[in-house]
């Protein structure tokens, strides 16, 4: 027998998405405050430390992404705002600069500047653009749910 009730969203994935989501954001705005130092003072260290941070946070963004694929755009096509398919597209392009950035930061650590701190602004800005129009979208959501 079919059930006409709308699907609802996994509570373990929400969780683990919850939880793991916020990590890519540190670690890749870690690394920008790391480039930035670096590009200041040329200690390698702080090019090293870019250089994990943005590997951290690469294997951080894998789960949450998979999930975030899973629930927007499989599972709840129809019913995931617009928002949240900008968000998982703006931060599939965050996580491709993440990745040229590890690229970059393979390199000799004097040819990282000024591409690490360009790559690095390029990610952490897609994914608070993302995460400021998710988060817009839920208080007006609420906002009128409660009226």
Known sequence: MKSNSAPHRSVAANAVYGLLNPIPFGCFTAALIFD??????????????????????????????????????????SASPATDKLDFWLNLLAIAAAIANAFVHSRDAYGVAPTGVILSACTVILLSIGSVLVSVQRTTTESHSHA
Do not use: C, D, H
Request: aromatic content about 14%; proline content about 2%.
């Open 36 to 77: 930035a130092i670096y590009t200041r003072s040329g200690e390698v260290l702080w090019n090293k430390g870019a250089a994990w941070l943005i590997v951290i946070g690469l294997l951080f963004a894998m789960i949450p992404r998979l999930i975030n694929l899973v629930q927007v755009w499989i599972t709840f096509r």
